[in-house]
């Protein structure tokens, strides 16, 4: 009985490590160096950031080199992120366009909270090299996350704007000056062009919509 469920648990995790394609990024090249340092990894589970550095210390450059491969990543996320959106955003202007490229990057900023280190290696010269990695199926989540979070702060600034402009409004009715009505037209134009503002990104921006075309983008490559 025993070896049965030794071997059942070998299918299985031969089975689970067969649902991920791409580059080994244990394999090594002939000189010994990381397959990784000279092939970019493919996988259709994760994105992959590769950085060097060599600089006056080992920390140091080990610091930059994991800096250059977190820039290297979220480079490739902002970049997934626009393809997936494409389609659903490409007339957009203005505000709505401003709203998509805002929750874009803080989806990223978001999305490096995340990031795994999953190497480090020195070369013989001496430049160290790093390689950190994102799992792929979490970004749909973070773009919503990050998406409601912004829909919340235009909601915010609407009411913001209404409650001043009502205030506004209510100190010059009791200023007894020949400019308060022009002041009050000024201040009604301005509210209302920050107010029409706020409600096209509220009526525009989908956060869930948005997150399944990322997370299809992703399951589509499974």
């Known amino acids: 009985m025993r070896k049965t469920i030794i071997a059942l648990l070998l299918i299985l995790v031969a089975i689970l490590s067969g649902c991920e394609t791409g580059t080994d990024i244990d394999a ?26 060599k600089l006056a210390n080992s920390i140091n450059s080990e610091n930059a080199a994991e800096s250059a491969a977190r820039a290297d990543l979220a480079r490739k996320i902002q970049t997934s992120i626009h393809e997936a959106q494409s389609s659903y955003t490409a007339d957009s202007t203005g505000a ?34 790093a390689l950190v990695s994102f799992r792929m199926k979490d970004l749909d989540d973070l773009y919503e996350l990050a998406a409601n979070d912004y829909l919340n702060q235009v909601e915010a ?29 000024e201040g009604e134009a301005i509210a209302k062009e920050i107010i029409d503002q706020c409600d096209e990104v509220l009526g525009s921006v989908d956060a869930t919509a948005l997150a399944s075309l990322i997370a299809a983008v992703y399951d589509s490559a499974e």
């Open 96 to 129: 709505v366009a401003e709203a998509y490229e805002r929750i874009t990057v803080e989806t990223v900023n978001i999305t490096m909270r995340n990031v795994v280190v999953e190497q480090n290696w020195t070369a013989p010269d001496g430049m160290v090299w």
């Open 157 to 185: 600034r609407k009411a913001e704007t209404e409650r001043n402009l009502v205030d506004l409004l209510a100190a010059l009715s009791e200023v007894e000056d020949e400019n308060a009505s022009l002041i009050a037209s």
């Open 28 to 53: 090594v090249n002939e000189d010994g160096s990381p397959i990784w340092t000279t092939e970019v990894p493919q996988s259709n589970r994760y994105l992959y950031g590769v950085g060097r550095a």
